[in-house]
């Protein structure tokens, strides 16, 4: 995957100069929509989202502004909704509104990044009757040393509570979200979060090496990645003593499952509100970040872009699979019917990828393997610092500035 990193820099694409799109067009039906809720009632040391200081005026109008972004767009048919922040969970009314309008479009999951202290039992349950049937806690430790350092609002008993409260009120799904600072901290502290996670049989536990993004508390430091993956290989021993399994890069599966949440791993998605992302496959775009702008855009019924890049073929292609392998597999038979000019240039990339033994074939099917997770751990890296962290500051400085 190194050499597939290299390639990745040389088609680096640029944002195009026009942002003059009227409305995104899918090759495919398989479409998740991702909603993002940009307030925060506190704001955490290393987190990179966008985020607003919460105010229940400005609340109850970005309700009205995603619903008028909404209607922009043609498609109304989606196979998932993820609901991420900010902290989502923070207000029940903005919430109910925002469900209440897309609830009927959605024909799959319905998924809710949750805090810690919005998982009591009533809330939960609340939550529950909107129709929510995945939940992601931000629980991110159960140290409250480890929640010191990284800025949380909660404590270690709530990280327990809001785990235990989750699993009672009978969702589909329960993912618990852990991150780790490995330049802080031993292996035996993320090892220590893991089993107490696994002690109360969640769905899904996703694990993250902290990224040190530039703007904020954690800049001009960066990751170790050879010891993240050793530590890693101590995860995935944990993981099967417990029955649990790697599931994607950074997310352990109970054995006895076939479902996942993730936020990412969608073939194509489109984003609402503040700083959501919209991929189409020939086209990558992030919204602005500023309100002002976003109110704008929206009152003169044009698209609230920020930064747009417009893909080749073998680009949208290369993004398609990127994301993917971040699962864990590629289905070459979907990526062709997607991308059929690309085929034949990403059938011989691959190829090449299972001769150095970062792949392996099954049929149509390409996974990775030991040493391709190993290595795609550093690409996924790379791709923060090089691509997401750069543009996610100047989309947030140009927000500031209007």
């Known amino acids: 995957m190194v050499e597939l990193l290299k390639l990745y820099a040389k088609l680096r694409v640029k944002p195009s100069r026009n942002i003059g799109l009227t409305k995104y067009i899918f090759p495919s039906e398989s479409v998740g929509l991702y909603l993002h809720v940009p307030f925060c009632k506190h704001f955490c040391a290393f987190c990179p989202y966008h985020k607003l200081k919460y105010d229940p005026v400005l609340?109850?109008?970005?309700?009205?502004?995603?619903?008028?972004?909404?209607?922009?767009?043609?498609?109304?048919?989606?196979?998932?909704l993820y609901i991420g922040g900010g902290t989502p969970s923070g207000d029940p009314e903005l919430l109910k509104r925002l469900l209440n309008f897309l609830r009927d479009d959605v024909s799959g999951e319905i998924a809710l990044e949750v805090h810690p202290l919005d998982a009591?039992?009533?809330?939960?349950?609340?939550?529950?009757?909107?129709?929510?049937?995945?939940?992601?806690?931000?629980?991110?430790?159960?140290?409250?040393?480890v929640l010191e350092h990284f800025?949380?609002?909660?404590?270690?008993?709530?990280?327990?509570?809001?785990?235990?409260?989750?699993?009672?009120?009978?969702f589909d799904f329960v993912d618990v979200d852990l991150v780790f600072d490995p330049l802080s901290f031993t292996s035996e502290s993320i090892q220590n979060d893991l089993e107490s996670a696994m002690r109360l049989l969640p769905q899904q536990i996703s694990v993250y090496?902290?990224?040190?993004?530039?703007?904020?508390?954690?800049?001009?430091?960066?990751?170790?990645?050879k010891n993240e993956l050793k530590i890693f290989d101590g995860l995935d021993e944990i993981?099967?003593?417990?029955?649990?399994?790697?599931?994607?890069?950074?997310?352990?599966?109970?054995?006895?499952?076939?479902?996942?949440?993730?936020?990412?791993?969608?073939?194509f998605y489109l984003g609402l509100g503040l700083s959501a992302s919209t991929f189409t496959g020939n086209v990558f775009a992030t919204n602005t970040f500023s309100l002002d702008h976003y109110r704008k855009s929206l009152a003169e019924k044009s698209l609230p872009i920020g930064?747009?890049?417009?893909?080749?073929?073998?680009?949208?292609?290369?993004?398609?699979?990127?994301?993917?392998?971040?699962?864990?597999?590629?289905?070459?038979?979907?990526?062709?019917?997607?991308?059929?000019g690309a085929a034949k240039k990403l059938r011989f990339l691959l190829e090449w990828l299972r001769i150095m033994g970062y792949l392996t074939r099954r049929d149509n099917l390409y996974l990775l393997t030991r040493r391709g997770r190993r290595?795609?751990?550093?690409?996924?890296?790379?791709?923060?610092?090089?691509?997401?962290d750069p543009l996610w500051r100047k989309l947030r400085s140009e927000g500031s500035q209007l």
């Open 375 to 388: 290595n795609f751990h550093r690409t996924e890296e790379w791709l923060t610092y090089a691509f997401i």
């Open 239 to 267: 993981a099967d003593r417990n029955g649990y399994e790697r599931d994607t890069l950074w997310t352990y599966r109970r054995k006895d499952l076939n479902k996942r949440y993730t936020s990412v791993a969608r073939e």
């Open 307 to 340: 930064s747009q890049f417009s893909l080749n073929v073998f680009q949208g292609a290369l993004y398609y699979s990127f994301w993917a392998f971040y699962a864990g597999r590629l289905d070459f038979s979907r990526l062709s019917g997607f991308f059929p």
């Open 59 to 80: 609340a109850r109008e970005y309700v009205g502004l995603v619903i008028k972004e909404y209607r922009l767009h043609e498609l109304k048919q989606f196979n998932s």
């Open 151 to 170: 800025g949380r609002d909660h404590s270690a008993r709530d990280s327990f509570l809001a785990l235990k409260n989750s699993i009672d009120a009978g």
């Open 209 to 225: 090496p902290m990224m040190r993004f530039s703007y904020t508390k954690f800049k001009n430091t960066r990751n170790d990645s």
């Open 120 to 145: 009591s039992t009533e809330k939960l349950r609340e939550i529950k009757a909107l129709g929510v049937n995945y939940v992601s806690l931000g629980i991110q430790s159960f140290s409250d040393e």
